[in-house]
T-cell receptor, first 113, second 111 residues
Framework: DTAVSQTPKYLVTQMGNDKSIKCEQNLGHDTMYWYKQDSKKFLKIMFSYNNKELIINETVPNRFSPKSPDKAHLNLHINSLELGDSAVYFC????????????FGQGTRLTVV | KQEVTQIPAALSVPEGENLVLNCSFTDSAIYNLQWFRQDPGKGLTSLLLIQSSQREQTSGRLNASLDKSSGRSTLYIAASQPGDSATYLCAVRQEGGKLIFGQGTELSVKP
């Protein structure tokens, strides 16, 4: 059983398109995250949702809009894709309080052409 | 602002060697520190989690230590194997569950 799963694994699209990435976790965690890994492999947080409420927004362009229909799902919608959006996007989950372990999905490699 | 640094950026060793990967952080106000492994084109696999009150954690051939006051952690890998080749990432957890990552150490173990 996959703990944190993302779809799709690969996404190739043209500039200007709108695309979505989906994420689901079956760990019963109350907090989910989106991280971006750039071409230099550096991972940085983008968003965090706790029980469907946005709690972290790291000055990401408003073309990126996360949506959490319930605490087990966190989707990422990207409007008007740009070349610079090409990266690997990782979903993760953990418990908000306490000091619990974070689990990551396998990543979505987005390529904008 | 928390900054996490990993040294070295890359490391190549012959099979069987013991090795140490280093991670340092600038703000000691952390909840925990987590070591991950990332294989090329793959996701992150959690290796070890050390709580801020702990000094070390062990799992098989891996041992991670934490000195919160000095802002340092090490990952010790005993008797390295070619299958250990991967990028190793450390991350510190801050309030709200946010993880701040280092840039990683790319490890290559030669047969």
């Amino acid at each position: 059983d996959t703990a944190v799963s993302q779809t799709p694994k690969y996404l190739v699209t043209q500039m200007g398109n709108d695309k979505s990435i989906k994420c689901e976790q079956n760990l019963g965690h109350d907090t989910m995250y989106w991280y971006k890994q750039d071409s230099k492999k550096f991972l940085k947080i983008m968003f965090s949702y706790n029980n469907k409420e946005l709690i972290i927004n790291e000055t990401v362009p408003n073309r990126f809009s996360p949506k959490s229909p319930d605490k087990a799902h966190l989707n990422l919608h990207i409007n008007s894709l740009e070349l610079g959006d090409s990266a690997v996007y990782f979903c993760a989950s953990s418990q908000f309080s306490g000091s619990t372990e974070a689990f990551f999905g396998q990543g979505t490699r987005l390529t904008v052409v | 602002k928390q900054e996490v640094t990993q040294i070295p950026a890359a490391l190549s060793v012959p099979e069987g060697e013991n090795l140490v990967l280093n991670c340092s952080f600038t703000d000691s106000a952390i909840y925990n520190l987590q070591w991950f492994r990332q294989d090329p084109g793959k996701g992150l696999t959690s290796l070890l989690l050390i709580q801020s009150s702990q000094r070390e954690q062990t799992s098989g051939r891996l041992n991670a230590s934490l000195d919160k006051s000095s802002g340092r952690s090490t990952l010790y890998i005993a008797a390295s194997q070619p299958g250990d080749s991967a990028t190793y990432l450390c991350a510190v957890r801050q309030e709200g569950g946010k993880l701040i990552f280092g840039q990683g150490t790319e490890l290559s173990v030669k047969p």
